[in-house]
């Protein structure tokens, strides 16, 4: 038998009894950046196969909210720092071993590259649209032919942004739940769900609508088989992730896990986009929906979890 | 190069806890934190009980998970392999607390990060960190590994030792004498 205790009884802030470093500003901020990764990867995707009129939604309206999204993001990050006066440090340097560095970087690219392609598109969706000032008019205009460019830059960038949102947790050992690969594709599967998810709830076309339903049947069947080869790793692998794995397999996070994530956000929209493709006619905003606050759920359940699982004093878990 | 390490006797420790209260007092530690703690693991069942009492703080690892994640470099390697934070150049993200296996890194009131820093201020006076000095067993020894007639190189070469989880792949430098 053995048993551990801090004598000197160790109770500082945030830290014990158990971690709690990141609250609800990062799973937001995570949220975001996939449900972003998302639009914009299959907004710079339909271009490039010259469907921008066919899927004038997933081309051109969706991206039209990115800059919000990103905003409120950004802002949830901002919120989450503790030493706020210092947060322009995080652009004076780059640290390519550093997530959280390269990721604030990959975000000031997407940022103004989401903008410059709303620009090229915007007297397209509101023909009464005037710039005003003359040189704005001619730089989108210049900007319009590079528009085949930047298409590729943001299937690209989405890409990593949406990898990034994933492996700003994965790259901690420190944390045997987050300390898999799988979370790196896992929440970039999810972010391009979810994307598809947005522009399905905004689409007005038919036809588009049922191809983004086909895509996100398909990314739902991947991210269903990202989660269970998740836990066979972790139940593979050494203790304290078998410990983690538990957690989510008889333990606290057992029930909203699997009610909310697994059934509600990924098997039910699964199943409805599949009666959908056989010809039922089920409202899209019910898949849609599910989908998205499956997404939101999944990462703050991650973040927390993350937090949960540990190394050392594992008599902590033992008095919850 | 130096390269300071800590080892703190096992058999010697008693858990007083006056490592604690010395580093609290001498950096000014906020009310309610700490940046070292004591660890009592008791092992068997009654009567036949054994039991190992550590001193525990910031590994100040070689190979620092807190300074690779930094996304300002505000968590460095300063002299000797000591793990530090400059207070102005970190902008608060807790990267690094969730990045540290032993959990010895906490926010300070005032925002920015801390933890121990081997008493880098009395080390650079060739003194020894508070935490040493105070220790009424004498059962923390605190070094130079480089130097191989320092006392600690020449305890680590004579008797048992481990680290605190060293599967988690960090190179601790604080040394547990078995
Ligand atoms: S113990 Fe933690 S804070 Fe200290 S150097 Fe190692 S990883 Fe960094
Ligand atoms: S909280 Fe400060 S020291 Fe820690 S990783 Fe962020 S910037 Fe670096």
């Known amino acids: 038998m053995k048993e551990t205790v801090i004598t000197s009884g160790r109770m500082n802030p945030g830290i014990d009894p158990v971690l709690h470093a990141w609250g609800w500003e990062i799973p937001i901020y995570l949220f975001l950046g996939g449900v972003v990764a998302g639009i914009l990867f299959f907004a710079g995707l339909y271009y490039i196969r010259g469907k921008s009129e066919q899927y004038k939604a997933t081309v051109k309206i969706a991206p039209l909210f990115v800059p919000a999204m990103l905003s409120i993001g950004l802002l949830a990050l901002f919120l989450d720092l503790t030493h706020k006066l210092y947060f322009w440090r995080l652009y004076t340097i780059i640290r390519w071993e550093s997530p959280m560095s390269w990721g604030a970087w990959i975000l000031m690219i997407v940022f103004p590259l989401s903008l410059m392609w709303i620009a090229t598109f915007i007297e397209d969706i509101f023909p009464n649209w005037d710039w005003k000032f003359n040189f704005v008019k001619k730089t989108v205009t210049w900007l319009t032919g590079f528009q085949k460019w930047m298409a590729w830059g943001l299937i690209i960038t989405s890409l990593i942004l949406g990898m990034y949102t994933g492996i700003l947790l994965s790259a901690f050992n420190a944390r045997p739940f987050w300390n898999t690969a799988i979370l790196g594709p896992l929440f970039l599967v999810s972010g391009l769900s979810t994307g598809t998810a947005f522009i399905m709830l905004i689409s007005k076309s038919h036809e588009e609508k049922s191809k983004l339903g086909q895509i996100d049947l398909v990314l739902i069947a991947i991210e269903i088989f990202l989660i269970i080869h998740m836990f066979m790793g972790f139940l593979a692998s050494t203790e304290v992730q078998i410990h983690a794995a538990h957690m989510f397999l008889g333990g606290p996070y057992t029930a909203v896990f699997w009610t909310f994530v697994f059934t509600l956000g990924l098997i039910v929209p699964f199943i409805s986009e599949a009666l959908e493709l056989k010809g039922f006619k089920i409202p899209v905003v019910i898949p849609a929906m599910l989908v998205l606050i499956g997404g939101l759920i999944l990462r703050f359940i991650v973040v927390d979890a993350g937090q949960s699982s540990r190394w050392l004093y594992k008599f902590v878990e033992q008095l919850q | ?178």
Not at chain 2, 4 to 16: L, Q, S, W
Not at chain 2, 40 to 68: A, F
Request: hydrophobic share 30%; charged share 25%; proline share 6%.
């Open chain 2, 1 to 178: 190069m130096a390269r300071y390490a800590m080892a703190i006797d096992t058999k010697r420790c008693v858990g007083c806890a006056d490592c604690v209260v010395a580093c609290q007092t001498e950096n000014n530690v906020p009310i309610g934190y700490c940046r070292d703690w004591i660890v009592q693991d008791t092992y068997g069942e009654y009567p036949n009980l054994s039991m190992e009492i550590r001193s525990e703080r910031c590994n100040h690892c070689d190979d620092s998970p807190c300074v690779r994640c930094c996304p300002t470099s505000a968590s460095h390697y300063a002299e000797g392999g000591i793990v530090l934070v400059t207070h102005d150049e970190c902008i608060g993200c807790k990267a690094c607390i969730t990045s540290c296996p032993y959990d010895a890194r906490y926010v300070h009131p005032e925002g920015y990060i801390d933890k121990c820093t081997f008493c880098i201020h009395r080390v650079k006076e060739g003194e020894d960190p508070a935490c040493v000095a105070v220790c009424p067993t004498h059962c923390m020894i605190f070094g130079d590994l480089d130097d191989k007639n320092s006392e600690i190189s020449k305890v680590l070469r004579s008797r048992k030792y481990k680290t605190l989880i060293p599967e988690a792949g960090t190179k601790p430098h604080v040394f547990y004498l078995l």
